[in-house]
């Protein structure tokens, strides 16, 4: 039996895609962290998704 295991992608986008996306995303995350205010905005952020119940 050869059963051939295919990764899941969020919106069936291909390898190349998720590679840009994943790229993209860890550059805005650079770029965000260079700002002054930026933990503080984090901060805030996760304390809304803590009240939420997201985390």
Do not use: C
Request: no cysteine; net charge negative; hydrophobic share 40%.
């Amino acid at each position: 039996m050869n059963t051939k295991i295919q990764p899941v992608r969020p919106a069936g986008i291909s390898d190349e895609a998720a590679e840009r996306l994943a790229a993209e995303t860890l550059a805005f995350y650079h770029r965000f962290m260079q700002r002054p205010d930026a933990r503080e905005i984090l901060e805030e952020e996760k304390a809304e998704l803590r009240t939420r119940g997201l985390i």
